[in-house]
């Protein structure tokens, strides 16, 4: 297969993750009573072990290789289990607009500066034009998201969950840069998620332990749970790792710009949510960062 072929490939993988992902906000509206961190540590802890095991084989097979980049897996494990948690905190502070689009559209960027650091990579005009894009797009969304909100007696709140947000657009793009890092060790996908994933959904278990109760209080939360965890999380998580092996950590991130997308349009179709003129223009401008990135051209310093 040619390298056009399995860039392509990679790239449809991280478009069926980013809109599996997507679904995960309006989904985590069916269990109000559940709380954010309970649900974030469901999705991604149980979602994490499952990819374990379908890759206990490979993992085996390639335990010595794994053995050497400990330090990796470990970092990458880590960023895992802060992620989901730092994720829907943000949602719960800042609000679920704000939460989703400063940690979706802070990770292209934080990608890129963590590429240029440990690669010494950098990107062409056409990449940073279409990031400025998907990054300008996501802050419209952002604001229209709020346009609602007059109240700022948690506005104290919400500059916290932007800081979380924040977090979690780091630790996003930290454990996909490492992924990535891993697979160009010779160490195949299912290999390198399958070890992070497991190390993040252990770390992840002792919060869900101490707070998933509300999973166990109905049959619609226990499906909520069960779905976080399989669809988007499993089998999301599947299709990113695939691509991850066929393109740059810093372009797959920035597909998954069209997460807040789906998240957007879904709640307009499934909640009932208004989505102004300006929201709607957010959402052409990550359209528009998709096009320009959909064939980055990526370079490195001689």
């Known amino acids: 297969m040619s ?3 399995n860039q392509f490939l990679g790239m449809c993988a991280v478009i069926i993750a980013a809109v599996l992902w997507g ?3 309006v989904s985590a509206a069916f269990a109000p009573e559940v709380s954010p961190i309970a649900i974030g540590a469901m999705a991604m802890g149980v979602g994490g072990l499952l990819q374990t095991a379908i890759a206990a084989k490979t993992i085996r097979l ?11 897996l470990l970092c990458g494990g880590i960023s895992i289990a802060i992620y989901p948690l730092v994720f829907y905190a943000s949602m719960r502070l800042a609000g679920v607009t704000i939460g989703t689009v400063v940690s979706i559209g802070s990770a292209p960027l934080l990608s890129a500066v963590i590429e240029a650091i440990m690669e010494k990579a950098r990107f062409s005009t ?16 952002s604001v229209a998201g709020q346009g609602h909100h007059t109240n700022t007696a948690q506005h104290s709140n919400v500059i916290l969950g932007v800081c979380l947000g924040l977090l979690a657009g780091l630790t996003y793009a930290l454990y996909s840069w490492v992924a990535r890092y891993l697979m160009l060790q010779r ?3 299912k290999a390198a998620m399958g070890s992070i994933f497991g190390i993040g959904g252990l770390l ?13 209080n109905s049959w619609t939360n226990a499906s909520v749970g069960i779905y976080m ?3 988007p999380m499993f089998i999301g998580y599947l299709c990113f790792g695939y691509g991850l092996a066929r393109i740059a950590a810093s372009t797959a991130i920035t597909i998954t710009l069209l997460e807040p997308i789906v998240a957007a349009l879904l709640a307009v179709i499934i909640i009932k949510e208004n989505l102004s003129l300006l929201g709607w223009f957010g959402v052409t401008l990550v359209f528009a960062c998709l096009v320009c990135v959909i064939t980055p051209t990526r370079k490195k310093k001689q």
């Open 126 to 141: 056409k990449w940073i034009i279409g990031a400025s894009l998907g990054i300008i797009g996501i802050i419209l969304l």
């Open 187 to 189: 160490i195949p996908s």
């Open 3 to 5: 390298s056009e072929n």
């Open 23 to 25: 679904t995960t906000g």
């Open 62 to 72: 390639y335990r010595f290789n794994l053995y050497t980049q400990w330090k990796y």
């Open 204 to 216: 992840l278990m002792p919060v869900l332990f101490a707070t998933g109760s509300a999973f166990l």
């Open 229 to 231: 965890a399989l669809v």
